[in-house]
């Protein structure tokens, strides 16, 4: 999908990994990185691994009592949509955030483990299971915890934060969520739809609730800390990665009107779903690609989210290749910060903005990846779920 | 495009030409209506899992699918089935090839006690906890668990299986969604990007965990002894709503693609309005601007005046907050013929289907301006005198409707209002 009837521009963003916080600091941090280097948590959750977050004082960007009513996946989120106002220099002006539209991708399902193990605990010894569940969750549960479960409850606390009130709406889907939640506001501003849209998503990898969904259908990397082209050599799987981004994407018109500066625009967008058996991934990802008419002479940098599952990253690798060479600088991110799964592909729209925005791109993050030979004017990000769906766009420079 | 095919701003307007429905009161659009006219409450004692010391323990469950397994997701998808089909059919797109995306508002799926109690016996040596369940997952093979607790699963079964187009999308704003889902197959029409969409919303949420979660938060009714009697919205002794199951499906088409194909319009997607609320994460602000603005701006974008509706689908959720703030925000909007319009809450008879509500009530809307009949608002016995609305007590009434204003409030500040027409000019 390409539209020209609005330009869309990234004026705005925020972000949250386990590299620390803020849009500025990720570029000076990432752009010459070794994934050697990446902080990796191999311990806590063995064997999988994670990139955890850094200690973040939470109170930076919200109030202490509204924090308290969350739990860390929507602090994350309604953390980065401070940064991403903050940046947009929206941060705080009613005006703009009372008229702005929120396009939220998350979870949710927050459990509380010790409740849950205590249950479990019980369970061992009776057959009357579903009572135990009656007699424990109404005593033990605290009654706001369903606040912290609900998927849209992230753009609920947003709204309250920060007062984004325009519209608001959450998507589902693991990674696929990002892609449509980008899509949408995509589509959106380029139609005259919305003038200005807080977007974006994230995850707390940290939870053993969230492992065991993972590790149900062996998506987990287990025992290494490889980055993503390297673990294919030792059968491939998933690092996720706390973490948060938001966007404020923008018609160039509306931008212009306030005096905002884009780091870059977005261009196009694609997406699908279907089987994942190699030629009718191959088919969808070779589409997709044709859609977003990148131009072969000039080669795009690719950001790619890819998670490291092995047939579904092989596949999006070769379809990249195929496309536009074996020299194409692809940088998967996901070895650097860890899958946020929701978080995944606006992760990626965030890096390709800072590259473009910096005249630059990022050094190899593995020696398997090549080395970029000028600054990219146009960056292609590829996401393709763990399980299911895939997604990408192009950023370009802006001027 | 040709103007006889766009409205008042030049957007491609945009009609219903299939709609399905499965609620407690039934299966398919004849068996609901049929009930709800007559003034039928779905609402009955919860019988799927023991109820002992559950605060409240009626429901508006939907048992009579038979879905692949009994957990929120399998009946979700079941009903989510079976009204996407009854949609595609009446529309005429029976053949597993929909010719445009499918818009889904996915109830909340998690890993449920059955799953985790599964795990645990494959791992009875290990100590009670999480670390328990993730090595047994790891030890076997779990691959339809795994597809269970991803919350793109519902919605990627249901275009697998309709051929709907692109990366299916499953949306939520908590209790708005249904409407939700609506107003983005109606924006993606306007868009230009597809002459059809898909719209489904479903929610088989009734669980012991669930109702233990609403109950916490003091929302639900305890009526346990009088289930037919419970919803009572509007009355003056309203005291919660009633968790239920649901599900409902519409094909939207842009007017020139159904006219085009000699489909049959069953009405008009006139407008949506939206505006969040940023006071409080379960209560709405008390001065009701934001719900105001919602319905203020789905009147515009509908191009029609607040004189113009003449029925109104009430969210009417029976908690005492709500019925309150939705009769002073329709006040505000409406002035003194307020209290002319009749307004009726379906949430009386099938109780509040979560998820699914938006879509529920925006076929019944249309089945309300096609049959010239407006279902009751049942168990209004004792009308609140603060909130004096013509709520179509007990007793559904014959009446021409030409437009109708649905509303849907959720947790989290989400409010979304849809307008509906019978006619097309």
Redesign the interface.
């Known amino acids: 999908?390409t539209d020209t009837r609005q330009e869309v521009w990234i004026t705005g963003i925020g972000l949250l990994s386990c590299y620390g916080e803020g849009a500025a600091h990720h570029w000076e941090a990432l752009k010459g990185a070794d994934a050697a280097s990446a902080p990796i948590d191999t311990e806590t959750f063995k064997?999988a691994a994670v990139h955890p977050l850094p200690e973040i004082d939470w109170t930076a960007q919200m109030p202490r009592k509204d924090m308290r009513?969350m739990e860390n996946w929507q602090r994350l989120g309604t953390y980065a949509s401070g940064l991403a106002l903050e940046d947009a220099g929206m941060k705080e002006v009613e005006e703009m955030v009372s008229t702005m539209d929120?396009v939220v991708c998350a979870?949710?399902?927050e459990r509380d483990?010790s409740v849950?193990?205590q249950?479990?605990?019980e369970?061992?010894n009776r057959n009357?299971?579903?009572?135990i569940?009656?007699?424990k969750?109404?005593v033990e549960?605290?009654?706001?915890?369903?606040?912290a479960?609900?998927?849209?409850?992230m753009?609920?606390?947003i709204?309250?934060v920060h007062?984004?009130?325009?519209?608001?709406?959450?998507?589902?889907?693991?990674e696929?969520?990002g892609?449509?939640a980008i899509?949408?506001a995509y589509?959106?501003i380029a139609?005259g739809?919305s003038t200005h849209a807080l977007v974006g998503g994230g995850y707390n990898a940290e939870r053993?609730?969230l492992?065991?969904?993972?590790?149900?259908?062996?998506?987990l990397a287990?025992n290494t800390r490889a980055p993503i082209q390297e673990r294919q050599q030792q059968g491939g799987g998933m690092i996720p990665g706390s973490g948060a981004c938001f966007l404020v994407l923008e018609s160039a018109e509306h931008a212009r009107a306030r005096g905002a500066k884009p780091y870059a625009k977005l261009t196009g967008i694609a997406?699908?779903?279907g089987e994942r058996s190699q030629q009718a991934t191959r088919e969808r990802l070779e589409t997709m690609l044709s859609q977003l008419h990148s131009d072969k002479d000039h080669s795009p940098a690719i950001l790619s989210g890819a998670s490291g599952c092995q047939d579904i990253t092989a596949w999006e690798m070769d379809a990249l290749r195929g496309r536009f060479g074996m020299e194409v600088p692809i940088r998967c991110y996901t070895s650097m910060i860890g899958n946020p799964i929701e978080a995944n592909f606006p992760f990626g729209i965030a890096l390709a903005a800072l590259a473009l925005g910096n005249n630059g791109f990022y050094e190899p993050f593995e020696p398997a990846e090549k080395p970029a030979k000028i600054a990219p004017a146009a960056i292609l990000v590829s996401t393709a779920g763990h399980?299911?769906?895939e997604?990408m766009a192009t950023v370009e420079k802006a001027s | 495009m040709s103007s006889q095919y766009t409205d008042h701003k030049g957007r491609p307007i945009v009609v219903v030409t299939g709609m399905g429905v499965v609620t407690s009161l039934g299966r398919g659009k004849k068996e609901n209506w049929e009930a709800l006219t007559a003034g039928k409450s779905g609402i009955r004692k919860v019988t799927r899992?023991?109820?002992?010391?559950?605060?409240t323990y009626i429901a508006g469950t939907v048992d009579f699918m038979e879905p692949e397994e009994v957990s929120a997701p399998g009946i979700s998808y079941a009903m989510a089935s079976a009204t996407a089909g009854e949609a595609l059919e009446q529309a005429g797109f029976a053949d597993g090839d929909f010719p445009g995306p499918l818009f889904f508002a996915?109830p909340?799926?998690?890993?449920e006690?059955q799953h985790?109690?599964a795990?645990?016996e494959e791992n009875?040596a290990a100590e009670?906890?999480?670390?328990?369940?993730?090595e047994a997952?790891?030890s076997n093979?779990?691959?339809d668990?795994?597809?269970l607790?991803?919350?793109?699963t519902i919605?990627?079964r249901l275009?697998e299986k309709y051929g709907t187009k692109?990366?299916?999308?499953?949306?939520?704003?908590?209790c708005a969604s249904g409407a939700?889902a609506i107003q983005?197959g109606l924006?993606?029409i306007?868009?230009g990007?597809t002459g059809a969409a898909l719209c489904v919303a479903s929610d088989g949420s009734v669980t012991?965990?669930g109702l233990?979660?609403?109950?916490?938060?003091s929302a639900l009714t305890t009526r346990n002894d009088d289930p037919a009697g419970a919803s009572r919205p509007f009355s003056k002794d309203r005291d919660g709503f009633i968790m239920s199951e649901g599900s409902a499906a519409l094909v939207l088409e842009s007017l020139e693609h159904a006219v085009n194909r000699g489909a049959t319009i069953l009405g008009v997607l006139r407008g949506v309005g939206?505006?969040?609320?940023?006071?409080?994460?379960?209560r709405s602000s008390p001065d009701g601007a934001?719900v105001i603005k919602a319905i203020e701006n789905a009147l515009a974008d509908a191009g029609m005046s607040a004189d113009e509706i003449d029925y109104i689908n009430a969210h009417g959720t029976s908690t005492p907050e709500n019925d309150r703030m939705e009769y002073n925000s329709l006040r505000a909007v409406f002035g003194e013929r307020i209290h002319e319009v009749p307004i009726s809450s379906n949430k009386s008879m099938i109780g509040h289907t979560l998820t699914a509500g938006g879509a529920v009530e925006a076929v019944f809307s249309f089945l309300t301006m096609r049959e010239s009949t407006i279902p009751p608002t049942i168990n209004y016995d004792n009308p609140d005198p603060d909130i004096p609305l013509d709520v179509v007590p007990n007793v559904k009434r014959e009446a021409s409707v030409n437009a109708v204003l649905s509303n849907s409030f959720?947790?989290?500040?989400?409010n979304a209002c849809l307008v509906f027409a019978r006619d097309v000019a």
Do not use: C
């Open positions: 999908m064997p009513q929120l979870g949710g399902g483990l849950d193990t249950i479990l605990a369970a061992r009357d299971r579903d009572r569940i009656n007699e969750l109404p549960l605290r009654p706001t915890l369903f606040l479960q609900l998927s849209n409850l753009a609920g606390n709204s309250i007062k984004v009130t325009g519209s608001s709406r959450t998507y589902m889907g693991e696929t969520s892609v449509t899509r949408d589509a959106r139609h739809q053993p609730d492992f065991l969904n993972l590790e149900l259908g062996k998506y287990n997406s699908d779903l399980f299911r769906g997604g | 899992f023991p109820t002992e010391g559950l605060n996915a909340p799926v998690e890993m006690w985790r109690f795990l645990m009875m009670a906890g999480y670390d328990q369940l993730r997952a790891r093979p779990h691959d668990m795994h597809k607790v991803q919350l793109g919605a990627y275009s692109g990366l299916p999308i499953s949306l939520s704003t908590a939700t983005q924006e993606a306007r868009r990007e012991a965990e233990i979660r609403f109950s916490l938060l939206e505006k969040a609320d940023s006071f409080h994460r379960t934001p959720g947790f989290g500040g989400q």
